[in-house]
């Protein structure tokens, strides 16, 4: 249908990002193409040192999964998003195709090594999470073309990861937000990932931080210094959820937190998090 009818048509999967913006008038699609009905599209999966989310997939699945219980940082993210009612209608799949500078999902998979499946009536393709954001509210989808599955690599024993918001209030985006992974050999960091959300025009992935953990005996010296390089590394914009040096703060801030909650995962320990509300 998408082919047929060309880019006049819009996808509508949970509707959490859509309807709002067509109720604004922000958008105006001549045609709906729900994919609601569409059977097999919805499902958690992990095969083959892979987990494998249909791109229908609510963010209350993830959430009540008893797959993903066993991946905090995903459980972290999901759980997270906004209030019951829309993680019961809202998608991973949505999420990532409406690439909303402030939502959750693209934050935790740019720590995960993604990889996005695409697929159209020409054929099918992988792109990897940091390519399929283009910008914001940008992605390199064709207007025929749309998600059909999100790949995580499932990640070895030794590596643990966590993801942290700071938000006003449940159904709002949050103000800031920061995912951490890291693979440990006793107390040394052998391999980071860090990514910033909230605080530029696409989830960031601050790069500086991460060598200031890899290869390193992580201390509070160590943490200190990825969360300083973290600072840098944000680009937010002043608005109504704060100024600019505010969330600067607030990231470098919820970088350490989380380094020290990954950390404690990463030994095997059950550290419930949930995101800091203001
Ligand atoms: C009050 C409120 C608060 C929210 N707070 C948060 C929050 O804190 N964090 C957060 O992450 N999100 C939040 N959301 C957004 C929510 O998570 C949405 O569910 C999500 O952004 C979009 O998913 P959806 O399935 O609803 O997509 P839809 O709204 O149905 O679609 C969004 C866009 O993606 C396209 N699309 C949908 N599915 C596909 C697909 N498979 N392939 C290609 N294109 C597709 C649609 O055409 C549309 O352009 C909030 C929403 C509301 C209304």
Redesign the pocket.
């Known amino acids: 249908m998408l082919a047929q009818i060309g880019d006049q048509a819009?996808?509508?999967?949970?509707?959490?990002?859509?309807?709002?913006l067509m109720k604004l008038r922000f958008a105006n699609p001549a045609h709906i193409v729900d994919?609601n009905f569409i059977p097999g599209i919805s499902y958690i999966k992990e095969d083959d040192g892979v987990l494998r989310f249909g791109?229908?997939t609510r963010?209350a699945e993830i959430e009540n999964s008893k797959i993903t219980a066993k991946f905090p940082i995903i459980h972290d993210c999901a759980a997270g998003?906004?209030d019951v009612q829309?993680r019961n209608?809202?998608?991973i799949?949505?999420?990532i195709?409406?690439a909303?500078p402030?939502?959750?999902?693209a934050t935790v998979l740019m720590t995960q090594a993604a990889e996005v499946h695409c697929l159209s009536a020409k054929g099918e393709r992988t792109v990897s999470l940091n390519h399929f954001i283009a910008d914001a509210y940008t992605t390199v989808?064709a207007h025929d073309e749309?998600?059909?599955e999100i790949k995580v690599k499932i990640p070895p024993k030794g590596t643990g990861g966590a993801y942290l918001a700071f938000?006003r209030a449940a159904?709002?985006?949050?103000t800031a937000s920061a995912a951490v992974n890291v693979a440990m050999e006793g107390d040394v960091c052998k391999e980071a990932a860090i990514a910033l959300g909230c605080v530029g025009l696409t989830a960031i992935r601050a790069t500086a931080a991460e060598t200031e953990l890899r290869g390193q005996r992580l201390t509070d010296k160590s943490i200190a210094a990825a969360a300083e390089a973290a600072r840098a590394a944000g680009d937010p914009q002043s608005d109504m959820r704060g100024t600019a040096g505010y969330k600067r703060a607030l990231v470098a801030a919820l970088v350490k937190r989380a380094i020290e909650i990954a950390i404690r995962r990463a030994r095997g320990e059950q550290v419930e998090v949930s995101h800091i509300y203001a």
């Not at 819009?10 to 709002?20: F, W």
């Not at 159904?171 to 949050?174: E, K």
């Open positions: 819009k996808l509508l999967a949970g509707g959490q990002s859509l309807i709002p994919i791109a229908l963010h998003i906004a829309i209608r809202g998608t799949g949505g999420s195709a409406e909303d402030s939502g959750d999902w989808l749309l998600v059909s938000k159904p709002v985006y949050p």
